[in-house]
């Protein structure tokens, strides 16, 4: 919080939000701090994924107290809300008018996307291990569906070399919004929540308001490097190896799937005359990169289009981006596992007595791994299913229900309905918002690491 206090210094700004929320956070730091034992020299998987859930739950905590000091957001409800969708990069919001907040607010409400975007805990393993706790446990809590693979022998390594990469795309990514002639900042905030897969802006309108060709391309081109598992980032840029990145078989899916839902969706709004050619093939460029990456920025109403077009975006809501990325979703390579599983089963009721293995490129997975792909996936349907009737029961229609909860469980932002392109969050009841920030962070850490917490055998010696 030094950053954008230090910030509202600077311009004059009022910094009391942050005062406040400094002392506090201070405050039970030092709390925490002094009243703990000596660390513990290892974490076991239980306690790692314990303290992952944890580390999330008190950033949004804490993260919340700025927005509930300033005057523009109506309870503690509407901070915790946005908070959480900044952390965990929705990019969901409770305001009608983003505007009216200060240059400094703005500043923080998008850089908790960059933080998000990469993972608190990502950040967290790089110092754990300084005060003699093991970070491997977190690492692999944090990207449970990422091909967990080291790039370094050493997992602080690891976080440093993937946090270069990720620096390194945010200012290339500022450097190019300047050039287009955006302030520093809306470049700044823009590229936050661009690199974290966010949606939050610094206008109502999001991108739409700046009605600019050059911006669309440029964040369209960051969101899909966003949207790609940084550790082939790491193989393309660092180790020099594009053949591993070219061939990689869940990048080459997740770029077919962005180029047919675009070809697609272009179509149909060239046939219903929606826009002219151009204007078509803009919205609907940036449109499925931004709903295929989870961004969620906006340059269209796609709740005005045909309905062919919005269940094309509606179905990328539910894939998302690569895994080992910022983006959300069930990922790309769960997805096309899943295909290949369905494929399998037709194999097998032609040729009964075959063997077939499921592979994705040179990797062959094993049946535990193919079994937890299908818990994780019933798993995310029953949370989708319960917390649907749990919004419907709060007063929320039905469409506004099942669109608010895909949103936030995938962490895309906006959905259809009450909750479309062009509306917020803030109207809905205050159950219907504390349900979908526990959606918003069970989807941010998929699932298991904040469902397994809740039983009762986790919390056996």
């Given at each position: 919080m030094l950053i954008p206090f230090v910030y509202a210094l600077c311009i004059d700004s009022n910094p009391r939000p942050f005062i406040l929320a400094m002392i506090i956070a201070a405050a039970a730091g030092i709390v925490l701090y002094t009243s703990a034992r000596r660390p513990i020299k290892n974490l076991s998987q239980r306690e790692g994924v314990l303290l992952v859930v944890g580390i999330w739950i008190a950033?949004?905590?804490?993260?919340?107290?700025?927005?509930?000091?300033?005057?523009?957001?109506l309870s503690f409800t509407d901070a915790f809300f946005e908070a959480t969708s900044g952390f965990t990069t929705t990019g969901a919001t409770v305001l009608s008018?983003?505007?009216?907040?200060?240059?400094?607010?703005?500043?923080?409400?998008?850089?908790?996307?960059?933080?998000?975007?990469?993972?608190?805990?990502?950040?967290?393993?790089?110092?754990?291990?300084?005060?003699?706790?093991?970070?491997?446990?977190?690492?692999?809590?944090?990207?449970?569906?990422?091909?967990?693979?080291?790039?370094?022998?050493?997992?602080?390594?690891?976080?440093?070399?993937l946090w270069k990469?990720?620096?390194?795309?945010?200012?290339?990514?500022?450097?190019?919004?300047?050039?287009?002639?955006?302030?520093?900042?809306?470049?700044?905030?823009?590229?936050?929540?661009?690199?974290?897969?966010?949606?939050f802006s610094t206008r109502s309108a999001s991108i739409a308001a700046f009605d600019s060709p050059a911006v669309e391309t440029i964040i369209i081109i960051f969101m899909l490097l966003a949207g790609m598992n940084f550790v082939m980032h790491y193989r393309l840029w660092v180790e020099r190896q594009p053949r591993s990145f070219f061939?990689?078989?869940?990048?080459?899916?997740?770029?077919?799937?962005?180029?047919?839902a675009t070809i697609l969706i272009f179509i149909n709004l060239v046939l219903q005359n929606t826009y002219d050619p151009v204007t078509a093939f803009r919205n609907s460029s940036f449109q499925v990169c931004s709903i295929m990456t989870t961004t969620g920025f906006v340059t269209a109403d796609y709740e005005t289009w045909h309905s062919f077009p919005q269940l094309i975006l509606l179905a990328l809501m539910f894939i998302g981006g690569c895994t080992g990325s910022t983006a959300g979703g069930m990922k790309s390579s769960r997805i096309l596992m899943l295909l290949k599983v369905v494929g399998r089963e037709f194999k097998r009721m032609v040729e009964r007595k075959g063997v077939f293995s499921i592979?994705?490129?040179?990797?062959?997975?094993?049946?535990?791994?193919?079994?937890?792909?299908?818990?994780?996936?019933?798993?995310?349907?029953?949370?989708?299913?319960?917390?649907?009737?749990?919004?419907?029961?709060s007063g929320v229609d039905s469409l506004?229900?099942?669109?608010?909860?895909?949103?936030?469980?995938?962490?895309?932002?906006?959905?259809?309905?009450?909750?479309?392109?062009?509306?917020?969050y803030g109207h809905l009841p205050m159950l219907a918002k504390w349900i979908l920030s526990v959606c918003m962070l069970a989807g941010r850490l998929e699932f298991y690491a904040v469902f397994v917490i809740l039983t009762p055998a986790f919390w056996r010696s």
């Open positions: 950033s949004s905590l804490f993260g919340c107290l700025p927005f509930y000091f300033s005057p523009h957001f008018d983003v505007e009216v907040l200060s240059d400094p607010l703005h500043l923080w409400r998008c850089f908790t996307h960059w933080f998000g975007g990469m993972g608190i805990v990502l950040l967290g393993i790089a110092i754990l291990p300084l005060v003699g706790i093991g970070g491997m446990p977190l690492y692999r809590a944090e990207f449970s569906g990422a091909k967990s693979e080291k790039l370094k022998p050493r997992i602080t390594e690891t976080a440093l070399a990469i990720y620096f390194m795309f945010t200012l290339l990514e500022y450097l190019a919004l300047r050039l287009t002639g955006m302030s520093r900042l809306d470049a700044v905030c823009h590229t936050f929540s661009t690199m974290g897969t966010g949606g061939s990689d078989v869940e990048i080459r899916f997740y770029l077919m799937l962005v180029g047919s592979r994705l490129g040179s990797t062959v997975f094993p049946e535990h791994t193919i079994q937890s792909l299908l818990n994780l996936v019933c798993l995310a349907l029953l949370v989708n299913s319960v917390a649907c009737l749990l919004l419907a029961l506004t229900s099942i669109a608010a909860v895909v949103a936030s469980m995938f962490n895309i932002g906006p959905g259809l309905g009450n909750v479309g392109p062009i509306e917020h």
